[in-house]
């Protein structure tokens, strides 16, 4: 029975030596999609990190990257800002992970969730954005192991393409990695409306009550519950949102008493506050000009300043 069990050991060991050789050799080639607009997430987790003391965590997708001026937030509270909104796409789970992993005492959290936010994202974009971090990596949520075991295989095929063809594929201008100022904010100039129309007519947003409402409820209470523990504060806000894309307004009633009803999170703007004439926004219908992300920021310090004891006190004292 022992030199069964001592062969069994053996075996899934040698199994596991086999199975890591790709990765091994996916994480030894050198990153190609560095200057990638979602490979600002390294950046915008360093910053996360370095910052000992209490810090204004924004999250969100990039209705957060394209629409908050987090210096200006900062001076009028006192305490340093970090954005951490990148891409509706890239998994609230993910980034909620990483903000676990770098939560202080005294640290102020506001949510900014889009409407159709995506909790567990899309695990091949994650791959594509973090490449060889294998900090980042080890905090992939447990129900995304498979997946993302997979696509990283996916990723590392693209990667040897790439490499043996291009080097390293090169972003420039708005949508790359170095449009991001060391707030984590899109640090390029917007200015006015590039849409037909003002909006984009294929990309309508629906705000009602949903599955994939509560699934982001159920995230966010759970890290609520996480954060309170460590002494940290979490607020919600809305998300900036093109007047003109909206879909049937008659549900957001509905949507703000299940929200209201479900969410152990204190609410601290009012729903209407973030819905924006189209003169606002720039190229999709969350994402805010130069215009709209005065506009809005201003908005956001009112709600923060009305809506949270701690940072009202900071307010007074920065004037």
Do not use: W
């Amino acid at each position: 029975m022992k030199k069964f069990i001592k062969k069994i050991i053996i075996f899934i060991i040698i199994l596991s030596l086999i199975i890591s050789i790709p990765y091994i050799i996916i994480l030894a080639l050198p990153p190609v999609y560095s200057s990638s607009y979602t490979a600002a997430i390294i950046d915008k987790y360093e910053r996360l990190k370095s910052i000992d003391e209490p810090k204004i965590i924004m999250i969100a997708g990039s209705n957060y990257s394209f629409g908050i001026d987090s210096e200006t937030i900062e001076e009028a509270f006192g305490m340093p800002v970090v954005n951490m909104g990148l891409h509706i796409s890239y998994g609230m789970e993910t980034v909620f992970s990483y903000v676990k992993n770098t939560i202080n005492e005294g640290d102020i959290i506001i949510l900014g969730l889009e409407y159709d936010v995506s909790m567990e994202g899309v695990s091949g974009l994650m791959c594509n954005s973090i490449e060889n971090n294998l900090e980042l990596l080890s905090m992939v949520p447990v129900n995304m192991y498979l997946q993302t075991a997979n696509d990283y295989l996916h990723y590392g095929k693209d990667k040897i393409k790439i490499l043996s063809t291009e080097g390293e594929r090169i972003y420039q201008g708005l949508y790359s990695r170095a449009a991001f100022n060391q707030y984590g904010d899109i640090g390029y100039s917007c200015e006015n409306n590039k849409m037909e129309n003002g909006y984009l007519a294929d990309s309508k947003i629906l705000i009602t009550p949903n599955d994939s409402l509560v699934e982001m409820i159920n995230s966010v209470n759970k890290l609520n519950n996480y954060i309170r523990k460590k002494g940290a504060y979490m607020y919600y806000s809305f998300p900036s949102v093109n007047e003109l894309s909206l879909e049937d307004e008659s549900n957001i009633p509905t949507y703000l008493d299940f929200l209201k009803n479900n969410l152990k999170v204190p609410i601290i703007s009012e729903i209407s506050d973030y819905i924006f004439e189209s003169k606002y926004f720039y190229d999709t219908n969350y994402h805010l000009n130069d215009e709209g992300t005065r506009l809005r920021t201003q908005l956001l310090i009112r709600d923060m300043k009305e809506g949270i004891p701690l940072l009202k006190n900071n307010y007074s004292s920065s004037k």
